[in-house]
């Protein structure tokens, strides 16, 4: 399913989130999540417009989300296992074919940016087969799940602040669909990366690629570096994903990609 469009208007710089303090005890079960949304949109009342505060109460606890996010298991296989199954093969040869269909636009983003097509084409493959499947989860519940949740809950609540202001600005509505974790777009940007590095719609190649590149500069990527393990911009894609399978997967597709004619 197509996410909804993440119009974001320039908004790029490091905004920062401080997770607000939960009255309500963090669960993991459904069973304390009702209370636990309640408890927080009290507390948030007087930060967010009441069309962010509706909107988190209408979300629901997410138990496909939980359910992936205890069962990521692929990032623990070696890189040739992981590439089998994420199908780094069939990824390289159609990145080749858009590198040329998108040729003037890898071309103005490698002058921006210093960001060649490979990489950027790796990760659109490897998140969503170039736009393909981007999610059939509803963003604000998958969020707000995670943020009550006890695994990881200051990192979503995180996620879950900045999701509520992309609501308030209309960037985001109660209705966004994205994947498991909330990411949203072509590239899956979660909301706290749509809110500071986001450039355009998520759901466009150009919004997608444009705004990846804009992340991946903001993290320390060197015009004309290499990107492979142990080089310059290696750290840049660590940035991307913390699992190393995938940073050796993105480097290795990316550069198949761009040593093709």
Same mark, same amino acid.
């Given at each position: #399913?197509?996410?909804?469009?993440?119009?974001? #208007?320039?908004?790029?710089?490091?905004?920062?989130?401080?997770?607000?303090?939960?009255?309500?005890?963090?669960?993991?079960?459904? %069973?304390?999540?009702?209370?636990?949304?309640?408890?927080?949109?009290?507390?948030?009342?007087? $930060?967010?417009?009441?069309?962010?505060?509706?909107?988190?109460?209408?979300?629901?606890?997410? &138990?496909?989300?939980?359910?992936?996010?205890?069962?990521?298991?692929?990032?623990?296989?070696?890189?040739?296992?992981?590439?089998? $199954?994420?199908?780094?093969?069939?990824?390289?040869?159609?990145?080749? /074919? +858009? /590198?040329?269909?998108?040729?003037?636009?890898?071309?103005?983003? *490698?002058?921006?940016?210093?960001?060649?097509?490979?990489?950027?084409? @790796?990760?659109?493959?490897? *998140?969503?087969?170039?736009?393909?499947?981007?999610?059939?989860?509803? #963003?604000?519940?998958?969020?707000? =799940?995670?943020?009550?949740?006890?695994?990881?809950?200051?990192?979503? =609540?995180?996620? +879950?602040?900045?999701?509520?202001?992309?609501?308030?600005?209309?960037?985001?509505?109660?209705? =966004?669909?994205?994947? #498991?974790?909330? *990411?949203?777009?072509?590239? &899956?940007?979660?909301?706290?990366?749509?809110? &500071?590095?986001?450039?355009?719609? +998520?759901?466009?190649?150009?919004?997608? +690629?444009?705004?990846?590149?804009?992340?991946? /500069?903001?993290?320390?990527? =060197?015009? %004309?570096?290499?990107?492979?393990?142990? *080089?310059?911009?290696?750290? @840049?894609?660590?940035?991307?994903?913390?699992?190393?399978?995938?940073?050796?997967?993105?480097? /290795?597709?990316?550069?198949?990609?761009?040593?093709?004619?």
């Amino acid at each position: #399913m197509k996410a909804v469009s993440t119009m974001v #208007m320039g908004v790029v710089g490091a905004l920062a989130f401080a997770p607000v303090a939960q009255a309500a005890q963090c669960g993991n079960s459904a %069973g304390g999540f009702d209370a636990w949304k309640a408890s927080y949109a009290r507390e948030i009342g007087g $930060k967010f417009s009441q069309r962010a505060v509706n909107a988190l109460m209408s979300t629901s606890y997410a &138990q496909a989300t939980i359910n992936a996010d205890r069962g990521q298991h692929s990032f623990h296989l070696s890189l040739p296992a992981f590439c089998q $199954k994420r199908g780094c093969s069939a990824i390289a040869a159609r990145g080749k /074919k +858009l /590198k040329h269909q998108y040729s003037a636009l890898f071309a103005q983003i *490698e002058s921006t940016y210093g960001v060649p097509p490979g990489p950027l084409l @790796a990760i659109w493959g490897m *998140e969503t087969g170039f736009g393909a499947v981007s999610g059939h989860q509803n #963003m604000l519940s998958a969020v707000a =799940t995670l943020a009550y949740d006890c695994r990881r809950s200051d990192y979503f =609540t995180d996620q +879950l602040n900045a999701a509520l202001t992309l609501v308030d600005r209309g960037v985001f509505s109660a209705g =966004t669909i994205g994947s #498991m974790h909330g *990411e949203v777009g072509m590239t &899956q940007f979660m909301p706290k990366t749509v809110l &500071q590095y986001g450039l355009g719609s +998520l759901d466009s190649a150009q919004g997608a +690629l444009m705004s990846t590149a804009n992340y991946l /500069k903001a993290h320390g990527w =060197t015009r %004309g570096a290499g990107y492979g393990p142990g *080089e310059p911009n290696f750290g @840049a894609l660590k940035e991307w994903n913390a699992a190393s399978v995938y940073q050796q997967a993105i480097a /290795k597709v990316g550069a198949e990609i761009d040593a093709a004619p």
